[in-house]
């Protein structure tokens, strides 16, 4: 028996958890797990509701809906597997996290395909027998290249795309196509350090923790919602080129949890911000 | 308007959110924050309701034992602060701690005297007119020394009583006065390193982090449920004295986290472990 | 016996340290400990050599100095306690605990006296009998009240100025006073979230990790060299209210972190960067 | 240009660092780094020097036992890849990482091949072209099973061997066969939770941190000196099995970490603890 998963987010107003609670219990399903959240600061109601059991979806989500407001936005997920495409480039630990754990089954995602601007990674997706596409940008202008990205990782029809240290930036057109569905990795601890070379921007700086985030891709530059965060200590004896490799495990780390709390259905978005039920 | 604190636990069975959240609904109060779980080993259900509202207290009480099953236990908590005392040694940076949090209400407790086998901490406390109580244990036999301790806490009337490095060990008679209510910190990351001198026993281990655990006493020595560990990093430069000192910010904050955690009425005790809704 | 520290700051060349160990070992001081360190980008060599024994100084450095470039920069340091003025504003917790740190003798520093803006803090600098100095700004141009706090602490003759939570922006006028002897504590982890109300910026920005940084304070506001940072996870239950409560703890951690370096001499500069050896 | 690593170890007395490095500056090679410790509880001396440029290895050695007391244990490291075997069970997050770090050269080491008690990692190591032995135990006496596992083993003459999951405890006579020369990674913070299911160990104990230990092994079981440790904060949420997922990161990082210090010859032995120049 498999579980499912109701979503539910909308304005605050009193009873909702006594009313969504009521529909399930009615209907008789076992819930396993129950996590709500009420923004202050825009007083919306975010609520995730694990359960067991065979149910006539169409019934749940129309008796849910009955007991909500108007806008109220409601999904229902059985947690099916994603289905995914990742982006990369050069560098293969990210990659490498992503496509072990696929293959032992620990992201709930089907890696589809992977695309990439070089070559360089192409041995090693063939070692797991995943489709590589290797799209050279060459001397091809910049909106021609992301055309032929966008026009192969379609073909797959995602529900997700993952930039596995995929180091191009990508138009607001490319972006629009996949609204909170587009996961990046940054080399850096957000806000600090968007944009190219963060490890160096870090050794000028002279920092003393160094990070990586996992974020939503919006128009704006490393500017999308965050979802995962993470640091390490270093100190005045990291030059930039250590500093980039001790940040390559925790990149892979906090990558690697996004990504499992994306297809489990555990992130919200609350305007930039996400709420997050773990 | 002040906030109350709803606590329920009782063993799972279907229903029980919406049954809860019905009472607080049909009661008109404005629930704030609402954190349930199931230990799914105990089959045992956990719930803290936080609400602002006026409320007659027997009848939401009342209320609510009726949608529960017979051995629910329910309390209703105004967040008034908690009556405490506070037993000490010669360390003082825990006690320090305390007591300038308590003076800028920072913990939910009003701290009513310190008592301590030595003198050490004496100018530190009436700096802050606070009540200090020096019970030498010099050559008395064990049982009675604790016992002028036990009767000297008993005065206070204390809600909950806490060990800021005191350093000796205490009888089951005194822990069964204060049961889930005697709150120790231990200065290693428990189980390592139970018992006297821990920094030492590291040491001679060789282990690359150290901790402590804020712990509820039971008669077991250091082996009651865990509130809050914490961790640092160390390394071969640190000797056993490095240690000691390394350790003492960890130990003054995990100690801290877990008082604020335990007097906003925070904690479940679930078998040997812990529940924290936080 | 007293320690004392030998600091040498010079171009790298071949042999520095062969010639300033045998400098030392024909002194016949016993060595306790030796960090060294070659700043690659700048090929500058760092030393920091603690050692026991009574030593004439004025001949010490003298050898020393026959065995290193011109350039070089050398200092004999007797670790004897700084002389330390501390500003702040009306927040409590990193003062509180720098004189509780400093009645227990866990700085290597005499506290000289507390100047702040605000009256808010007499009452518990009073209790450990500190003289405490309330200038406050009022209807005072900025630079007369800036004037008279510069005054104030000129009159104690300080080695170093603590800014524990003192919310004014300093002139380059009062920072060019105390150059590399000013230290700040900024409540973000830097370079994410310079200027004003960095944990409201936080929240903004939906950061999963806040943090705080000390930092010696040069004339480009929160972009002096970088002594401590560290950080503490957060998540969407944390509203701006919340985060300056997380925040609390890491601040008074990472000041006296800093503090605790500076005071027993263990920060070179290093352009912007620091070289810790600890 | 290659680096070479000169490592000494000896009782400790003035004017060792000056000796060495004299005779590294009469050689005229080029010191990158240097690294030296003097452990006051056994009054003994490590250094470790990175250096550029040939060197007739012999000389070096016979000049630098010539300033050293005669107990010293001197060695040249030319850092060339160790030559290692993987032990491995059913588990295949440490295996999987640590075939990737290799395909990519980020360990120092040449994987000769992999053995291991069930057939379950196969596949992935095939997919490496690296070679793979079943040996199952099936009704085999442990000491029979052991002496085919150490004969496989000592056919590649493995400068080290690592248990990456080997969930089988070894003799005393197979490990003599490797001193410190064997890593194994204990899925516990030692010594807390050694031996069996150390998850489910925490999980009864109630601990908000899990860790993992990677150490050199001894005959006595999870007692050898440990290399790297590193935990994660876990809570109520966490049953038993979401301890073991939640602990599989941590352990293939804390081994991939100690693996990285052992094979670039940063690690020396001190009785029982280990000191680490990183």
Sequence with gaps: MKSSVLLVECPDRPGLVHGITGVLFRLGV???????????????????????GAVNGAELLAAVRAVLPEQAEVRLSHLEPKRVVVLASKEHHCLADIIVRHLFKELNAHVLAVIANHATLEPLVRKFDLPFHHLPHGELPREVHEAEVLNMVQRYRPDYVVLAKYMRVLSPKFVGQFPARLVNIHHSFLPAFAGARPYHQAFERGVKVIGATAHFVTDELDAGPIIVQQVVPVDHTHAAEDLVLAGRDVEQMVLARALRLVFEDRVFLCGNRTVIFD
């Design 30 to 52: 076992n819930v396993v797990g129950n996590l709500e959240f009420v923004d202050r600061a825009s007083r919306r109601f975010f609520m995730r509701t694990e359960f067991d």
